[in-house]
């Protein structure tokens, strides 16, 4: 095949959740996984399930001090300026990155998938950190294939430009699988079920990779993140209106300047104020509250990706 | 109006919020209350606005140091017994009562209302201490009456025999309204007008009374709490099955003996082995999980209640 990007086979993945300690999906999932890993095997590997923040899921909080899923930057991974009273994220990260990484080493992981949830409707949602990763672009595409009945977005969540921080930037690819609405600190059967088969579809996925199967080229559209809209605040700080109940669970779908974005609290309607159609994403997320970030904005872009397929594996053919 | 029980008028009527720190419908209202209490006014009494536990509100968790909500025992209300080292909850009982109580006080304020959300899909809940409370009862069914699309239904939270914990109790009459779903931390304008309604149609069920209104007798539906089922767990402690996809969000519809109750990690059903048919109640409610309580039990009964008028407002008629 012309064009196709060719890449060494796939042996070291890892399954991980409890990224957030209150994103119930990743942790039931993993703490089961962590008792039995059948589940995650395959001919030519074995997915290696991780708890990543023990202390946040043992209390059921998003974090102990600090979000782990912000830790994982240059400055934490690589600073030599240890001390003992550091945030235990940031030792954690340090720990993970070790184990996992280090990131951008010969021995890092090669897929890392990380399981989160949210309370906006973002129904399923893949989370990568650029659409220049054709590893992750085909992961994506394949669940999109196999997956048409769960409608599976792709979101881009580094604005271009920015620093990567997230756990799965360890590795040498990665994909975050978002799945909502859920409450935090709540399992959803439902939610679970579509958890456990999006992992089931990309190790299959990574599987067939690795015994030679070639991926043909395509076009698909992505949100790509580029900004955020905040609660409108009183003077106090407090949050003076919410979410319009016409942008409520409307994740994706495109909103336009002088739609409803907020609704006060004594019933005026705050029109969306930016200059062009945008899509909004992560509505009314609860772990953004203590940012005041309302939304998430993304714009719909279309990508071309290269044919892929795995050179060790051809020549064995 | 004969066999009517004549109560005196009501003018000390409270609307509490943030008993739980992290249920966002009564948080945000009692803020913007705080600020302007408008809308509390009526005729015959302006109510009260009360943020019941800011500390963990600030936080925007379920409590600080222990539920607020379960403090309002008759040990803690009425011990000599105090200490600097006591739970801040504890305290806050207690200085609570002093306010608004003491329970059982002829000072005690009237009417509490307390504003409540659950991540059970409650749909609207009236949650009352017993059948037997002709107020409680009648306010309950004026909102049934004038807001039928809501469909409310009634709870009564304390099984029979046992003692009275719960913020409400300090007045001589209280009402929890517990709306779902909604996931904790966050604030839905739905929820939140649904919400505001429930305590304008209160309130004016409160001043039409004031105002001398005779409330005919009525029979009506309730639900009453008898017990609770826990997730079934593993050895280690942890949960091992999540609530059954056909049980999720069925709140108040009957469950049947052998029905399914839960889906363990592996995929197989634990029916519900209850002796007879109940109505689950706070099904996968996030709050529950540390006591690993996946719903509560609720009998369906029928209550007879008498005509209601007040006593003073006649006179003057």
Redo the contacts between chains.
């Keep these: 095949m012309s064009g196709a990007v060719s890449i060494n086979p796939l042996h070291l993945v890892a399954v991980v959740g409890g990224t957030h300690g209150n994103e119930m999906s990743g942790v ?2 993993i ?2 996984w962590l ?2 890993s059948t589940e995650l095997m395959r001919d030519t590997f074995t997915a290696v399930p991780l708890l990543a923040n023990p202390k946040a899921t043992e209390k ?1 909080v998003r974090y102990y001090e600090r979000d782990l899923n912000r830790c994982f930057t240059r400055d934490i991974l690589f600073s030599s300026s240890e001390s003992e009273d550091e945030p235990y994220e940031v030792k954690r990260a340090r720990e993970i990155n070790m184990v996992f990484g280090p990131r951008g080493s010969i021995k890092a992981y090669e897929v890392i998938l990380d399981l989160h949830n949210t ?1 906006s409707n973002m129904g399923v949602c893949l989370i990568i950190s650029g659409t220049h990763r054709t590893l992750e672009m085909h992961a994506c595409h394949y669940i999109q294939t196999h997956l048409p009945s769960f409608d599976p977005q792709i979101y881009v969540y580094t604005e271009p430009g920015s620093e990567l921080y997230d756990l799965t930037s360890v590795g040498k690819a990665g994909i975050g699988f978002e799945l909502g ?10 939610i ?1 079920q579509n958890m456990k088969t999006l992992v089931k579809v990309t190790l299959d996925f990574v599987n067939q990779l690795n015994q030679g199967m070639e991926f043909p080229a395509f076009e698909v559209d992505v949100f790509q993140r580029v900004g955020h809209v905040q609660f409108p605040l ?1 003077p106090d700080g ?2 003076s209106a ?4 016409s942008l ?1 669970d409307q994740d994706f779908s495109v909103l336009h300047p002088g739609d409803p974005a907020f ?1 006060s ?2 019933n005026k309607i705050i029109p969306y104020t930016g200059k062009q159609p945008i899509y909004p994403v992560f509505v ?4 953004y ?2 940012k005041n970030i309302a939304f998430i904005v993304a714009e719909k872009i279309q990508v071309s990706v290269p044919a892929l397929t795995s050179i060790s594996e051809k020549r064995t053919l």
Tied chains: 1, 2.
Aim: aromatic share 2%.
């Design positions: 039931t999932l703490r089961h008792k039995d059921c309370t609405p859920q409450p935090q600190g709540v399992a959803r059967a439902d679970l009183s407090a949050i919410v979410v319009h109940p409520q609704l609290l004594d009314n997320e609860a772990a509250y203590e």
